[in-house]
């Protein structure tokens, strides 16, 4: 369904006003005295989330007055369009602190329902753009975000690597992408032998998933997303609680294929590279154990200290392979580690960067966006914390101190030194339900990444 209109005629569309509760007052004097009574009578005064209706002399409801916050809030509107009678409105007023088009991007948040198992539990309400807002990039934004959400509430009965590999060719087929992979023992026969490993034992075939698009003549853009599409952690089992929503430990990928899906819809000028190894980290005959020593494929033998850091073993032959291609820039996305939610909570991604001006700019785009990322440091000391006396180094740190960290620098053994590089550890979930943010799959940091390569490619 279509939540935001094109500016135009308003005809049909009722007008809804953004106050704040400085500015109320000011707007009552403009109103009709039955307006003024009308609102006090409601016992409405602007406060952040609410909304009242203001009837008109036909019985109907002439305009909605919403009560926002003075400072900036990408989700001011988002309980609006499950709120608000089914119908079309059009935002008419708003506070100058405010950006509409964001406020219009929250609205349209806050309509997501995931209906593939259930109906939806009502149609919600749509939102007419203001003239001068570009709907075509805000439905590009809202359409990548939706499939991050979509992706990530999936089951893995419904989204194992074969279907995470579907999802790609869907995003490729109308851009004029193409798409190739590697499945099952094909990894070993083209060297991806750590994404062998982690996914033999299911009995979905682990597979690597490449996209490729994009002129010759373009720099080369190359986004990898972790593919677990469901973790018990293997024979390093987890808890029942820890595993009960692992179905989003393939919210890397989402994340990387979303951001892949807008920098074709923008038809940003790069060649894009898309890598995800799609596996599930299974428990069966073939699972590969502790103690093990995995070849990688760039040449390096990991000990596997545990089965349940497995992330980051398919990650690094993924992110050597998109290394070997030279691109002018490498971004990664897992849900890597249960450290960074301790060390930054649900809604921070950690950011990790090898360059300070790449990770200034990336933050500097999350700020604008209102998508906020939070720098963490690639401290190279604790390296020595990945000792193996049989390996080259061991796939687990030997202490619980700064997991989020000592997984970053895992995977930059796997990127040379001169490649500009970022790595987001990313939650992808929410955990309970709030305005314009359902409880379940999210995309976090995705517009921060959307709005930098825009600056960078343009």
Known sequence: MNILLEAGHAGGRTPLAALTTASLPGWLDTQPE?????????????????????????GGVAQILAGVAETPD????????????????????????????????????????YTRYRPARRAPSRLALPAGIDAIALRRTLAA????????????EDLGPAQLADAVRQVAAPRGAGVREWVGDELLEANFPAIHAVGRA?????????????????????????????????LDLKTGEGMRWMKKDMGGAAHALALAQWVMDQRLPVRLRLLIPAVENAVGPQAYRPGEVVRTRAGLSVEIDNTDAEGRVVLCDALSYAAEQRPELLLDFATLTGAARVALGPDLPALFANDETLSQAILAAGRERMDPLWPMPLWRPYRAMFESGIADFSNSSSTRHA????????????VPETQPWAHVDVYAWNDADRPGRPRGGEAQGLRAFAAFLAQRYR
């Open 202 to 234: 299911s009995h979905r075939a682990p597979r690597l998933i490449e996209l490729g698009w994009g002129e010759s003549a373009h720099p080369l853009l190359a986004i990898v997303g972790k593919g677990v599409c469901f973790d018990t952690g293997g």
């Open 74 to 113: 990408l989700h001011a509107l988002a309980h609006l369009p499950l709120a608000l009678p089914p119908g079309d409105y059009v935002l008419a007023l708003w506070p100058p602190t405010l950006d509409a088009a964001q406020m219009a991007l929250g609205y349209a948040l806050g309509a997501y329902q």
């Open 145 to 156: 975000c939706t499939l991050v959400r979509d992706l990530v509430n999936t089951p893995t």
């Open 34 to 58: 039955t307006t003024r009574r009308w609102i006090d009578s409601m016992g409405f005064s602007a406060q952040p989330g609410s909304w009242c209706g203001v009837p008109g002399n036909d």
């Open 403 to 414: 997991g989020a960290i000592t997984a970053a620098l895992y995977l930059e053994r796997f």
